[in-house]
């Protein structure tokens, strides 16, 4: 299994996003315009890191602080650049990642739900060389299971997936696996937390999102969860087992829960 999942040289391209591309006269662009030379943007980082330390000098450092510059640029580039737009979104991730305790969430700690295995990261890459976390939502209980330890428990593997980004790869893939979804697992809540933390706090680390099987109870769910995405209810594939076999995964690297 370690050999069939490690990290291929060349990975595939991902296939382009329907309706990211064209939106008639409102369009979403990836990019608006070029991006800045490497002083220029060298250049920015240090100013929101100084700003950072004047404005907000209680905010921790290190990685993930506010002197990480590797994350100030990454938050940059989701701003487009704008120093007054990622100082704001910083300060708010940073300040969720020193209130929510990222940095002590382990495996133990969350150890309780990760063991029903409603969610995981998957051992493989998918063949665009993104790792994967999966979401099995029959095994969702939001009325049983605390919904603090829920989000500590997506946070924890959110956390996880993107640890183990290749070089070159910079996002990751979402798979809901819906099969025997009924109402008992719909959890609003929890789906408002989960488009929170990859706008704010992880931005543009979502690559694509799959929505396996889904079942005709899940529709009414979908119907209030797509205006809260905006744009971003593109990134939303829906589809079946084949298709994430055949589409996204060699025949060794499928996701236990997706084997024919």
Known sequence: ?????????VAQVPPPLRGFARRGRRRVRCCSAA???GAVSAKLVLEVKE???REHPGLPTGRNGRDDEEMI???LKDRKFSVDEAVSKLTKAIKWR????????SEESVKGLYQTGKAYVHDCFDIYGRPVLVVVASKHFPSIHDPVENEKLCAFLVEKALSRIPLGTE???????????????????FLKFLIDVFYYYYPKRLGQVLFVD??????????????????????????DVETVRKEYFTEETVPPDFHS
């Open 1 to 9: 299994m370690a050999a069939a999942c490690s990290f291929r040289s």
């Open 35 to 37: 991006p800045p030379s």
């Open 171 to 189: 996002n990751i893939l979402g798979i809901f696996y819906l099969r025997g979804f009924g109402v008992e697992n719909g959890d609003l809540q």
């Open 51 to 53: 700003r950072l330390e």
């Open 214 to 239: 889904a079942p005709f109870v899940f529709q009414p769910m979908w119907q209030l969860v797509k205006p809260l995405l905006k744009q971003y209810a593109s990134l939303v594939r829906f589809c």
């Open 98 to 105: 020193q209130d929510f305790r990222i940095s002590e969430l």
């Open 73 to 75: 640029l990454w938050f």
